[in-house]
């Protein structure tokens, strides 16, 4: 893969400073090194051979969350997460990536194991964590994870290994479901919530079961090698499929944003392959946008009545800010739910990826207080 164009971005930042405001890391570093434009500062810098790519600057630069909120307000709509994305692969082959992440991409490539892996975990989980409230903490502190941390727990049976591929419900239409690693193997409930709404349709389901995961913590980390192996698998898979599929729908915001944006992103310098994945970006739908707009949902949802329950929503930042997608998750809701908004839904809820949870985690506990103050003062039962 060829070296990134970083002054094709960087160059063209005219400094407006709209960026800073939104900027989920300077909200909690107010350093101009940590904001957008900084950040592009540095790559062009880095580019011109005029930075070293040192622990400092690999630190800098892994401080982004990735949230792409300087992309939604910036007048030129500059990709800061490309660049940010493009230098970590840079800092990944200089530094080299951690064991305990080469381990956890290496099972990413290796569903068969992954499955091996996740059930292993389902029977152990409890010698480790101490099991409370649909979610578990470490009864010591690991490596990478402290005592006081919540981590979701393992489900006794995958999503994709708890159902037949095809679902047959009689319908004229065929929707393939994506369902994303932490929906296959922790919360399996979102799965087993889109088969029951396709039986409420009649939209029969293929589970697309040889689906691998999209690559999005692996691309957030730096380890283009592991991205190019399961990008590549599922386009191929996908094409096999688009014939067959009136949608691919994935529940999962990141997943979504991955393969039907961030796939042409990769494949920068290889027209084929860029190609090849718009074709099956076209199929791709985040669930609450296919539900909304292509079916009759929200009318069998207002049939149910109104509950007095009032609800907040949170919009994920690979939803609203990459994909476009905000009204219509709230349009479904409102059907049942009274709607509170929060001060502002649209800011990071914190997550950031591998390298954030890990190694940086009192900066995502930072921004993950900002959001959960908000959720409280908005003064909703549930947060969706």
Known sequence: MDMFKFSEISDKCVKCGKCIQVCTIHKINSDETTSPRGFLDLVGAYERGELKLDKSAKNIFESCFLCTNCVEVCPNSLRVDTAIENVRRDIAEKFGIAWYKKAFFWLLRHRAIMDFCARLGYVFQSCAFKIREGAMSPRFSLPMVKKERLLPTAS???????HAEFIDNGGDKTIGVFIGCMGNYAYTGIGEALVKIARELGLNLNLMKKQACCGAPAYFTGDFATVEVLAKRNIEYFEKMLGELDAIIVPEATCSAMIKIDYEHFFHDDEHWRERAKAVSKKIFLATEYFEKFTNLAEILAKKGKNLT?????????????????????????????????????????????????????????????????IKNSGAKIVS
């Open 156 to 162: 006794k049976k995958s999503f994709l290994n708890s």
């Open 310 to 374: 009032s609800v907040t929503y949170h919009d994920p930042c690979h939803a609203r800010k990459m994909q476009g997608v905000f009204k219509e998750p709230r349009k479904l809701l409102a059907q049942n739910y009274e709607m509170t908004e929060m001060d502002d839904p649209n800011e990071c809820c914190g997550f950031g990826g591998v390298t954030m949870q890990s190694e940086k985690y009192h900066l995502s506990r930072a921004a993950g207080q900002r959001k959960s103050e908000m």
